[in-house]
């Protein structure tokens, strides 16, 4: 009777160990969770940083001349007069 007892009581524990480290809420889905909010946490941390450089900037065109003619001068090669402009063409 007490092999009896004392199986059935390894088996409970053995059960419950298992689902303890592999069942739904378990040990083995929580390091799987952490990993995943580690990661994006990272790619958060990435984009707030890009989110910040990007509001700085907005905020350098709203205010100032001098961004919004240098953003016009680079993106739409701008000239202003009196200026001479050169372009460089690599020959391939």
Not at 3 to 23: D, I, N, S, T
Not at 52 to 79: F, K
């Amino acid at each position: 009777m007490t092999r009896l007892l004392l199986a059935f009581f390894a088996c409970a524990v053995g059960y419950q160990a298992y689902h303890l480290y592999f069942g739904d809420q378990g040990i083995k889905r929580q390091e799987e969770l952490a990993k995943q909010i580690a990661y994006q946490e990272r790619i958060n941390q990435r984009l707030k940083h890009r989110n910040d450089a990007l509001r700085a900037q907005v905020e350098d065109l709203r205010l100032g001349e001098e961004a919004v003619e240098e953003h016009v001068r680079t993106e739409l090669q701008y000239i202003k007069d009196g200026e001479v402009f050169y372009r460089m063409v690599n020959k391939k």
